[in-house]
């Protein structure tokens, strides 16, 4: 709730208070089951931490003239770290903390594949306030550039047509699911395959739904809020949309 606050998504002033008081109500919630683990909370400070540091981060990167979009994908993992947190506890209570490394790891690299999700979403939006996210960037877009509708739909319309750099994005997509699968193979979580695999399907979506739109469409369809969802609602709403 922060970062939307921080990053505009998200414009009721009253918001700025709730995330507090979810956190407040968090650590209560831990300290009945965790209170006595000293470990838990050596966690759960340097998560929320991470998380806070990151989304100032992912700020500066992304108003940066120059980025490696490979830096910005390891801070969207950083801004996530929070949600690991009840991750760890399960670990701890069942005596099985040496497979959080494995849950991290996969956390990690689901976080990122989600991010580009969201910057899909947000291109328009982040441009309009001066952020190159990450796929701002795989398009091949830079900061400073001053481009109207037209400029825009150009550009887009360039990236569709040069698919080495269009399915650059998808790659990159593919790579980190298959990351996750690795990192959390060893556990054998029938769910968490069956979640993976509708990663795959998704991502088979984005592709199909690149290689056949046009710039217009892509522009109006996808590179708005919620588009994403709608998208990949057509076939089977994979689990992450939920």
Same mark, same amino acid.
């Given at each position: 709730m922060q970062d939307d606050l921080f990053d505009r998504q998200a414009d009721s002033r009253s918001l700025i208070f709730a995330p507090d008081l979810f956190i407040a109500e968090s650590a209560k919630c831990f300290a009945g089951l965790c209170g006595d683990i000293p470990a838990f909370w050596d966690l759960y400070g340097d998560c929320t931490a991470r998380t806070v540091r990151a989304i100032l981060e992912v700020e500066i990167l992304q108003k940066a003239g120059e980025c490696p979009v490979d830096a910005l994908l390891e801070k969207y993992a950083e801004v996530n770290s929070i949600f690991k947190v009840g991750s760890a506890a399960v670990c701890l209570l069942a005596d099985g903390f040496d497979q959080f490394s494995a849950v991290s790891q996969f956390c990690d690299e689901i976080a990122k594949v989600a991010q580009i999700y969201d910057d899909i979403e947000d291109v328009t939006a982040d441009l309009a306030d001066g952020r190159?996210?990450? @796929?701002?960037?795989?398009?091949?877009?830079? @900061?400073?550039?001053?481009?109207?509708?037209a400029d825009l739909l150009a550009k887009i319309e360039s990236w569709l047509h040069d698919e080495v750099k269009t399915m650059r994005l998808v790659s990159e997509m593919r790579i980190h699911i298959a990351c996750a699968e690795e990192a959390i193979a060893p556990l054998n979580l029938p769910g968490v395959n069956a979640y993976c695999r509708r990663e795959w399907q998704a991502v088979d979506v984005v592709e199909q739904t690149l290689l056949t739109s046009s710039a217009i469409a892509i522009r109006n369809e996808l590179f708005r809020p919620g588009g994403i969802v709608a998208l990949l609602s057509r076939p089977a709403l994979p689990v992450w949309t939920v």
């Open positions: 190159m996210n990450y @796929v701002a960037r795989r398009i091949g877009l830079s @900061v400073g550039d001053q481009l109207d509708e």
